[in-house]
Each structure stands twice: as structure tokens, then as C-alpha cells.
């Protein structure tokens, strides 16, 4: 225990010592935060539309205006065509509309009436923003037109209920599991470099030749990062809470003890990928691919994974990440529900302690060697 | 005394070498991205697909049993479970086996067979928003549907306003393709920025970056050694990922090819310029890699890629401006999707540009400063 202790000790002055430590638990997390809370939105975003009116109609300059006043549409009226269709090339605008001249004595002879809508299909999810906008905004101006009484009635109304999260606002989600990508970036990065450049130096040949037990060797790796990853949670969710206003539903405990849990996992990826490379180039390139990136795009955070293909499917599952994301979101949104933090932590524990039995072989087999 | 030529061809064989001296360094240079541009193109998608979702239906009747079908039918939903009571909702809702439930009240037949409103109400799970709001929007869709039969069938004629929508540049709106366009350049960015960054910090460490210094070499002649070989080697790796693009995943490619290859040159030359620059402020490895990590991860999340630059707050737009990213994916989108023509390619040309100059020269800077 002596022998940790002095282990542990002596990794804290190492941290200490490299600023970039303190910066990658605790200026990285911040910015990230910031940046997903402000820089980043997956609601309802506002887009460009350009619309060309053919109809002289007055009553359809009205339709114009409520294009207008849509706080979700920037509207730019066109005179021209080619004009209109120049600037979706250009991606100036993301939509173009066209009201076709017959557009209002349609209606008025209760016959179905077009409107034309060019999109930006290169960029997919405005495309279909602008779609629906324009479905509803024509269908809300309909209804309050001068030929309302005209209109096919909207027989069954849909009433949608946002359980967990009202106002479904995407930062009370992404935020949070934002930290997937942080405690990825300490328990797998930090951890990768730092260890590999022991190996590097020949530092950890030589401690390995000593007649330390293995298990106190990977112990001292493990706590030190450990301790770094728990203090920068810490940080991070205080934040979060106090300061950025996310709602958190959930339960401190439950959240630190499944965060130990991911973290746990995420130092056991790192320990194996310095030990496999022994090189600090291509431990934080393997680190970006097994941990930063899965983390950002594997882990359900912007990419739901009900609707990949099955076999990806499956290994998001041998992914921790997922796992993590999971709990965390409904950690904050819907409170402490017991089958998910049981599932998920069963998940990150059985994956952690698998990795931790690969990284003891792997430093035990070393000194037998 | 060896000509320059020779002297430099010198230097970035050096360069080159000690990125790729042997088999494992190659293989986590060049496999990574391959395979995660053959993993996420086919696994990432924004489309909302499978869903379960359960159904209260305390009609019971024909009419209610129509609409349901409607679900059914639709190639969103995956399983329609049908359920008597509000708890067991609640239960699986909670613990995410279904994503949404559909509840019909008694009296749904008896206004729909009247021509008045039937309000039927759907539960989401608000911990995943966009799942959420799509499924939300196919509801609409069908009840829309539903709503335009039933008036039907009532008698009820009447007009409606049709939106006829056509997509362009990719018209059967395919999300692979723009997710492909934006994959090639933020792969690109990873393995660039990591080639270049470590590449003087490793030296300091090392401490043979003062014998390069106090070598024959200008500033300039260290800087290009510095620079040419992790270029070649990410423009290999964007050449790669672009034929695997184009053959693999049947993604069109419009524009001028020539333009293309000489954009990701510029581009690239930025990236490497900011790798460069962030190796030149780090006394070690670890510090490099955290300046990649933190330029990356911005750049990445402010490119556009996952939403849109002019939603943003003004601060953040602004900051766009130094991120080569947005107007490498631009020229990438532009290019395979749009046929974007040399006079829309070289404004996204200029930025690109201006920010290889400034990381560039500020990186030699340091050369130039550690010679003195």
C-alpha cells in the first residue's frame, strides 16, 4: 500500500508540474460546455428562405407576410428567378418558394393549390427544416385566410407531450453528455500520453524491472488519472448546474458512483493503447480514434443508434460510451430510474473490469519476460 | 557544400521517416481513417427509423384502429404495441424501450364520423430531442393523412395547399452523402493536425530540435521540411477517402476534379500551418496534443457540420472565420454535390489561404527566433 501511495504521490507532482494537465480537467471541459450550450443547437434552427411570388393576389401577400414574421424563417423576396436559384446554389439561401400565379384562384374554386419549393439538398437537415416550416407555416396561414372556410378540415389534431424535457431544448441533453467526451479525454488521452511517454523514456522498463508487484504498478496508474477525472466531473457538473442552469433531476450519488464507473473503463482503453504503442504520436492517434471519436459519434449523443444498421448496433456496445450517455441523459432529464442506472453501470463495469484484468496481464507478462 | 536542393530533399526525407519508419506507425496513420470513414458513413445517420411505439387506444372502433394503421404502415415505426393502461406506458417509456406512445381518447370515432376535431395525443421522450421532434413531425404526417380521408369519406370537400418540394443536388435526400462530404474533411483535420502538431513539440522533447536549429538550415528550409511530408501524406489519405467515396458509397462528384485536388492542397496547407503553429508554442508532446484537441474539437462542432454557422450567436459566427474547417467542407460540399463553379470555390479559397499564411509564418517565426 506504501509502495501506491509513493506511486500516486509521485504521478500528482508529474501532473502538477505540466500545466496542461489542470487545462485538458479543467479549461477543456468549460469550453466544451460553452460551446455546446451556445455554439451548437439541434432544435428548430432558423433558416434562409427566398421566395418568389407570382400570384398578384393581395390576400397572398399576406401569406408572404407570415413568412415574414416566422421567428424560424428568414425570408428575402425575389424578383427574379434565376436570381433566387443562383443563391441556393451559392448557399446563400437554403430554400426557394415559388407561388405560382394560379395559386389563389385555386383555393377560391376549393381545388388544391400548389407551392413550388426548391431546397438545398447538400445540406440535408436545413433541407428538411425548410420543408416542414413551409408545410406549416402555409398551413397555418391557410386556416386564417379569407378562404378558411374552404379548407378541408384537419380532422385528428396531434397534441405532443415532451416527457423528461417540456420545452425539448437539446442542451438540457447535449450538455451533459458532454461530459462522455470529457472524462474520454482524461481517462483515455491524458492517461495514453502520460504512460506512454514513460515508455518512451524507459522510465517504465525500468520500473518494471524492479521487483514492485504488478498489480501496485497498475494501481498507480489507475488512481492518480482517477482522482483527475472525478475532480474535473466534479467541476464540470457544478457548472453545468450552477452556472450554465441545466436541470438535474437525478441523484449525486447515483451520478458520481456510474461516472467513476465510465471513468474506470476509460482508463483501462488508455493504459492498453500506451502500453500496445509505447509512443505518445501514435498513443493520442490511437486514442483520438478509439476514444474521442466513438465518444462524439458512437455514443447516441448527436447520432441516435436505433437507426444504424444492426451490426453497428452491436458494437456501439462494446463501445462504454454509449452506456455512459445513456445514463447521463436520463440521469439529469428524467431522475433516478433504477433499471437504467443498474443496466448501464453492469455494462460499464463488466467492460472495465475487462479491460483492467488486459492491463495487468499485460505489465505482469512484461516483467516474467 | 550540398546545394539547397539536395540539403533540403535531405531534411524532408528525415521528416518524412519519422512518421513513417515502421509498419505500426503507417498502420495508425493510414488504417484509422479508412475505417472510421467506413464505419461512421455507413452507421451515422440523423433519420429517425425503428421506432416502437405504444398505443393507448381507449376508442377501439374502426375509425381508431384506421389511424393506428397508418403507423403501421409507415416505414418509421418498427412495432405498434397496443396496451390497455397509462402505467405501463409510463414503464417503458422511462426505461427507453419504446420512444413514443400514441394515446386515443373514447370519444375519437364519435367526432371523427361528426367532421369535428379528434384530438389525439403523443408522448415523447424528451431525453432524446431530435428523435423527439422527428417523430413528432411523422405523427403529423399521418394524422394529416388520416384527416384528408376521413373528411373525405364524411363528404367534406374542400382545397388545401400542397407543397411540392424538390431537392436539389441530392434529390432523394440522401443523408450519407452529406455526412461523406463532411467525413472526408474532419478525418482529413484528425490525422493532419496530430502528424504536425506532435512533430516539433517531439523534437523539443527529444532535444534534437536545437541540433536541427543550429544546423545549415534557414528558417524557411526547416519550415518546409516541417511541412511537405505530413502534406503528402494527408493528401494521400483525402485521395484515398475520396475513391472510397466515390466507388463504395456511389457518391457523385460534380465539380472540377482538378479544382478539387488543388483546394485540399490549400486546404490541407492551412491545417498543417495550425498544427505547425500549435507544435511551435509547446515545449512537449502532451501539450501539443492538447492545443489539437483544443482547436479540433471547436473547429469540428463550429463548422457547420452539425448545425448551421448563421444560426449561431454573432460571437461564435465571427470565430468562424478562423476555422479552416468551415471552408474546407464548404469547397467539399460544393465540389462533389453542387458543381460549385472557380469563382464560388476561390472565396472559400481566400480565407483558407490567408489563415495557411498566418499559422505558417508565425510557426517559422519561431524557427527564426530560436536561430538568433
Not at chain 1, 415559388?98 to 384562384?105: G, M
Not at chain 2, 534534437?208 to 544546423?215: D, H, K, N
Amino acid at each position: 500500500m506504501k509502495i501506491v501511495l509513493a506511486f500516486v504521490k509521485k504521478e500528482f507532482l508529474q501532473i502538477i508540474k505540466d500545466p496542461s494537465s489542470l487545462v485538458i480537467a479543467f479549461i477543456i471541459p468549460l469550453m466544451l460546455i460553452f460551446i455546446y450550450m451556445y455554439g451548437v443547437n439541434l432544435d428548430a434552427v432558423k433558416i434562409t428562405l427566398g421566395i418568389k411570388n407570382d400570384d398578384s393576389n393581395p390576400e397572398v401577400s399576406s401569406l408572404m407576410k407570415s413568412f415574414g414574421h416566422s421567428k424560424y424563417v428568414r425570408s428575402q423576396v425575389y424578383e427574379d428567378k434565376e436570381r433566387m436559384y443562383e443563391d441556393i446554389v451559392r448557399s446563400k439561401i437554403k430554400g426557394a418558394l415559388i407561388i405560382p400565379n394560379d395559386f389563389s384562384t385555386k383555393l377560391a374554386s376549393k381545388q388544391d393549390a400548389q407551392l413550388l419549393l426548391i431546397t438545398d439538398g447538400a445540406e440535408i437537415n436545413q433541407a428538411s427544416y425548410t420543408q416542414s416550416y413551409v408545410n406549416a407555416i402555409s398551413n397555418m396561414w391557410l386556416a386564417s385566410s379569407k378562404y378558411k372556410s374552404f379548407v378541408t378540415p384537419q380532422l385528428v389534431n396531434v397534441e405532443s407531450r415532451y416527457w423528461y424535457n417540456q420545452d425539448i431544448d437539446s442542451h438540457h441533453v447535449i450538455v451533459p453528455a458532454s461530459l462522455a467526451v470529457t472524462m474520454s479525454l482524461i481517462g483515455i488521452l491524458l492517461t495514453a500520453l502520460v504512460v506512454a511517454r514513460e515508455w518512451e523514456r524507459g522510465t517504465m522498463e525500468s520500473l518494471l524491472s524492479t521487483n514492485i508487484k504488478p498489480i501496485h504498478i497498475v494501481l498507480g496508474k489507475y488512481i492518480p488519472y482517477f482522482v483527475v477525472g472525478m475532480l474535473s466531473l466534479t467541476f464540470s457538473v457544478s457548472m453545468m448546474v450552477l452556472v450554465f442552469g441545466i436541470p438535474f433531476r437525478g441523484n449525486y450519488f447515483v451520478l458520481f458512483f456510474v461516472s467513476s464507473l465510465f471513468l474506470f473503463t476509460c482508463l483501462g482503453i488508455g493504459l492498453i493503447i500506451s502500453t500496445l504503442t509505447k509512443n505518445q504520436l501514435l498513443a493520442s492517434m490511437a486514442s483520438l480514434v478509439a476514444g474521442f471519436l466513438p465518444a462524439l459519434m458512437l455514443s447516441g449523443m448527436i447520432f441516435p443508434i436505433n437507426s444504424m444498421p444492426i451490426g453497428f448496433q452491436w458494437l456501439t456496445q462494446v463501445l462504454p460510451p454509449r452506456y455512459f450517455v445513456t445514463f447521463i441523459r436520463s440521469e439529469f432529464l428524467a431522475g433516478t430510474i433504477p433499471s437504467v442506472v443498474l443496466l448501464n453501470s453492469l455494462f460499464l463495469f463488466v467492460l472495465g473490469t475487462l479491460f483492467f484484468m488486459l492491463v495487468y496481464k499485460k505489465t505482469a507478462r512484461r516483467l516474467d519476460a | 557544400m550540398l546545394s539547397t536542393f539536395s540539403r533540403l530533399s535531405a531534411l524532408i526525407k528525415k521528416e518524412f521517416l519519422a512518421i513513417w519508419r515502421d509498419p505500426k506507425s503507417r498502420m495508425i496513420i493510414i488504417a484509422p481513417p479508412l475505417l472510421q470513414l467506413l464505419i461512421f458513413a455507413n452507421a451515422l445517420t440523423m433519420e429517425i427509423k425503428n421506432v416502437d411505439i405504444m398505443v393507448l387506444d381507449r376508442s377501439k372502433t374502426l375509425q381508431s384502429r384506421e389511424f393506428i394503421s397508418g403507423f403501421e404502415n409507415s416505414k418509421w415505426f418498427r412495432k405498434v404495441i397496443n396496451v390497455d393502461n397509462m402505467s405501463e406506458v409510463k414503464k417503458d417509456l422511462e426505461v427507453q424501450k419504446i420512444q413514443a406512445a400514441l394515446i386515443i381518447d373514447s370519444d375519437f370515432s364519435k367526432n371523427i364520423k361528426k367532421g369535428h376535431k379528434a384530438n389525439v395525443q403523443i408522448i415523447l421522450d424528451g431525453r432524446s430531442t431530435s428523435t423527439a421532434a422527428m417523430i413528432n413531425g411523422y405523427a403529423s404526417q399521418i394524422a394529416a393523412q388520416y384527416s384528408k380521408k376521413a373528411a373525405q369519406k364524411a363528404g367534406i370537400k374542400g382545397a388545401s395547399v400542397n407543397v411540392e418540394v424538390r431537392n436539389w443536388f441530392n434529390p432523394n435526400t440522401e443523408y450519407r452523402w452529406y455526412l461523406l462530404t463532411s467525413l472526408i474533411v474532419i478525418l482529413a483535420l484528425v490525422v493532419t493536425l496530430v502528424l504536425t502538431a506532435l512533430s516539433i513539440a517531439r523534437e523539443r522533447e527529444l532535444g534534437t530540435f536545437e541540433q536541427l536549429i543550429v544546423g545549415p538550415y534557414t528558417s524557411f528550409e526547416i519550415l518546409l521540411g516541417k511541412t511537405i511530408p505530413p502534406l503528402l501524406l494527408s493528401i494521400t489519405v483525402v485521395t484515398v477517402m475520396t475513391i472510397i467515396a466515390i466507388t463504395c458509397f456511389k457518391l457523385p462528384f460534380t465539380g472540377s476534379f482538378l479544382l478539387f485536388v488543388f483546394s485540399c492542397f490549400v486546404a490541407l496547407l492551412s491545417i498543417v500551418g495550425v498544427g505547425l503553429f500549435i507544435s511551435s508554442i509547446c515545449k512537449n508532446q502532451q501539450q501539443a496534443i492538447l492545443g489539437v484537441f483544443a482547436f479540433m474539437m471547436p473547429a469540428v462542432l463550429l463548422s457547420g457540420f452539425i448545425s448551421p454557422i448563421d444560426d449561431m450567436p454573432p460571437f461564435f459566427q465571427h470565430l468562424t472565420w478562423l476555422n479552416p474547417i468551415r471552408f474546407f467542407m464548404n469547397i467539399s460540399r460544393g465540389l462533389f454535390l453542387k458543381d460549385m463553379q472557380f469563382a464560388d470555390v476561390f472565396m472559400n479559397l481566400i480565407p483558407l489561404f490567408l489563415i495557411a499564411l498566418l499559422t505558417l509564418s508565425l510557426a517559422s517565426a519561431t524557427f527564426k527566433r530560436n536561430l538568433e
